[in-house]
């Protein structure tokens, strides 16, 4: 039995009071209750609607959605963490490879063409400057999804120029070869870049799994 679109609003403005602000998350518990409530429908259709939320609601115990959510987070992640797995392999595949490769050499040039200090610092300005875009971009232009449980570590970047500047300072006073700390700012900025891409793709992921939801049970937010 399908619920109409009523019973659906009632189901999410339940779950919202109980402190689930997570977009992603309340998503998917707003289905999995669904699923279930409209199980109980289709084996007694003469249950009150109501009722069913509540023998729902009562069949996680005294924790009520608390344990639900604790499942649906760890599925959340091990789906997100897939999606880093295949960034991953894009990135070790043709032609991403080699644009990766190209960026290594850049950057490890650059460290000896440019005064090594300059060189920090300016890296540190662009990786901040991309990150508060990306920031930017996800407020703005996904502003209905920035609460989702993925965008949350996207904005955690915009740190990450403050962890660079502190390892200019352990250069500075450093007598390893210069050589060496070029290959680890070139291996930090592969690394951090690619977290970038992996992140955008998650994000995406995750937003293209709300849509979907949405579209199913609340085409109103769809629209």
């Not at 069949?59 to 091990?78: K, M």
Request: net charge positive; aromatic share 12%; proline share 3%.
């Amino acid at each position: 039995m399908k619920l109409t679109q009523t019973q659906l609003d009632q189901i999410k403005s339940f779950i919202s009071k109980r402190g689930f602000t997570a977009i992603d998350l309340q998503l998917e518990i707003i289905d999995h209750v669904a699923c279930r409530i409209e199980d109980k429908l289709r084996e007694n259709p003469d249950l009150p609607f109501e009722q069913a939320l509540k023998q729902t609601h009562a069949e996680f115990g005294v924790f009520g959605f608390s344990i639900l959510e604790d499942a649906l987070i760890q599925s959340l992640n091990r789906k997100y963490r897939r999606q880093i797995g295949l960034e991953l392999k894009a990135w070790l595949s043709l032609p991403r490879i080699a644009l990766v490769a190209g960026l290594a050499i850049a950057c490890f040039q650059l460290f000896f063409i440019v005064p090594p200090t300059t060189f920090i610092i300016a890296l540190s300005i662009c990786y901040m400057a991309v990150a508060i875009g990306i920031v930017i971009y996800h407020s703005w232009i996904r502003r209905r999804y920035r609460r989702i449980l993925a965008m949350q570590a996207t904005n955690s970047f915009v740190f990450f120029p403050g962890f660079i500047l502190q390892i200019e300072l352990l250069y500075e006073e450093s007598v390893t070869a210069s050589w060496i700390w070029a290959c680890a700012y070139t291996l930090l900025a592969v690394i951090f870049a690619f977290f970038f891409s992996a992140t955008l793709r998650v994000v995406d992921a995750a937003v293209a799994r709300c849509r979907e939801l949405e579209s199913i049970r609340l085409p109103e937010m769809h629209h």
